[in-house]
């Protein structure tokens, strides 16, 4: 008989994870609906002609594909069978083959199906339109601690405005559940396409700018080695890339890592963006701005204005690209640093991502938590309560039908007060019924003997101190919720 088992990539969740994880979800949930986000579902599964083209090169690589249903090979109408798959297309490639055999695919993040939700239904939608979305994702990469193939992802985006105040909130956001799920050690990272565009612009625009971008991106992952050797194989030249890391290996605070890179920008000759709104034409040459290190600017200003009291938890990192291909805007990362873990979170502004789907000019930004990144850096940390396979808080105990079925008044009323009550199913020695209380965790247990019953009492033992107390029956329920 084969054993059994499950996908590499996946997990099953006991009871006590799921506690766990319900946890990380709930404190994510209450910050969304805090800051005025709703909740929304999109279906697993997308057509591809909705996911592809969002992800980039290597994202859309990632993409897990599903056969159409049936006989995907061939088309049979009225007796006549019909290859889909040619010996051309074959020797084309998968190219060639996938479109004859795969229609849809599983969703690789929220934020894709949610602007193809917009686009659906503009009519009824009221801009700004923000919503929340706690759904699994999956993605074809290769499974390691902390990156899964099936895995949650808690999104939160805004559609139908440009202003940075979302930007700002977003940071607030990450700071308030990361401080209420008690990781204090953590850096929200934030850069800014534009800024990213300039450095490319001071660079004299050698190479291609995705590739710039990709490479860049794995800065963390492969180091500057690693970085070097693939922009020299695409087909940058080593002046170039020294050029490269003095930009950004600025440093300083927020605000001098802005002033620095800006007065490497005007040195290497790089045009600005455009125009400062407050702009004059008396003070037009001081009103000229690079439009990333500008919004990065007002950014930390909106977040000093809204009281927020971490800046030595805010970095403006030059070198973060999130290699999604549709951010235009600010991009963010959250990093939990005494953990070896990647970030947690992350996201950034899209000006253009509902256009693809007929909807274009509508801005929106967002971002995402990934709970199973979450959950091993709390588990890492050791900062989950303790937490019993069953939210039963209390269980009744009996030795005879009798007495269960006697039990079962006491069972109801702990039950209509909010009480997680169970009653063991099987009459039995006392010492298996707490056993069983022991093993799953739960945290009082009541005799229900033959002595208690005929006294009209209950006997409570306390199971993490044995501390025991007896109640008259009728005291039971406002005990418990007191």
């Excluded at 084309?92 to 849809?104: D, N, S, T």
């Excluded at 927020?254 to 000759?269: H, I, M, N, Q």
Aim: charged fraction near 25%; aromatic fraction near 8%; proline fraction near 5%.
């Amino acid at each position: 008989m084969e054993k059994p088992s499950i996908p590499q990539g996946t997990r099953d969740f006991g009871p006590a994870q799921v506690a766990r994880r319900q946890h990380i979800f709930n404190v994510i949930r209450r910050t969304f609906e805090t800051f005025g986000y709703a909740p929304l579902e999109t279906p697993t599964l997308e057509n591809l002609s909705v996911l592809t083209g969002k992800y980039g090169d290597e994202g859309d690589q990632l993409l897990f594909k599903v056969l159409n249903s049936g006989n995907f090979l061939v088309k049979e109408r009225r007796g006549e069978i019909t290859p889909l798959v040619t010996a051309a297309d074959l020797e084309a490639g998968p190219r060639a083959v996938l479109p004859k055999i795969a229609e849809k695919g599983l969703r690789y993040d929220l934020t894709v199906p949610f602007a193809r939700y917009v686009a659906m239904n503009r009519g009824t939608l009221t801009f700004p339109f923000k919503r929340y979305q706690m759904q699994p994702v999956w993605r074809a990469d290769r499974p390691q601690r902390g990156r899964y193939r099936e895995f949650y992802q808690c999104d939160a985006d805004v559609v139908g405005t440009d202003s940075l105040l979302c930007e700002a909130e977003i940071v607030l956001m990450m700071a308030q559940v990361l401080n209420g799920l008690g990781l204090e050690d953590f850096t929200i990272k934030i850069n800014h396409r534009g800024v990213l565009r300039n450095i490319y612009q001071a660079l004299g625009g050698e190479g291609k700018e995705a590739d710039l971008f990709v490479a860049i991106d794995k800065l963390d992952k492969i180091e500057r080695d690693g970085v070097s050797k693939e922009l020299l194989e695409k087909g940058f030249s080593e002046p170039t890339i020294d050029t490269l890391f003095a930009l950004l290996s600025v440093e300083g605070d927020y605000a001098e890592k802005l002033e620095r890179l800006l007065a490497g920008f005007v040195t290497a000759g790089v045009e600005p963006d455009g125009l400062r709104p407050t702009a004059t034409s008396e003070d037009d040459d001081d009103a000229t701005f690079y439009r990333g290190l500008n919004e990065l600017a007002e950014v930390r200003d909106l977040l000093q204005a809204s009281g927020f009291r971490q800046f030595d938890r805010l970095e403006f990192d030059p070198t973060l690209a999130r290699g999604l291909s549709y951010y235009t805007g600010c991009i963010f990362e959250v990093k939990i640093n005494n953990v070896a873990m990647g970030s947690v979170s992350g996201g950034g502004r899209y000006d253009n991502l509902t256009g693809a789907f007929g909807l274009p000019g509508v801005s929106g930004v967002g971002f995402s938590f990934g709970v199973d990144r979450l959950y091993d850096c709390l588990e890492s940390l050791n900062l989950f309560t303790e937490t019993g396979e069953t939210p039963t808080r209390v269980l009744l105990t009996h030795f005879s039908t009798e007495a269960g079925r006697a039990a079962l008044p006491l069972l109801a009323e702990l039950r209509a007060a909010g009480i997680p009550a169970e009653l063991y199913p099987d009459a039995g020695k006392l010492q298996k019924q707490f056993k069983y209380a022991d093993a799953k965790g739960i945290p009082l247990v009541l005799v229900l003997g033959p002595e208690e019953l005929a006294a009209g009492v209950a006997k409570i033992k306390i199971m993490k101190t044995g501390e025991e107390k007896t109640l008259a029956l009728s005291e039971v329920v406002a005990a418990l919720t007191t």
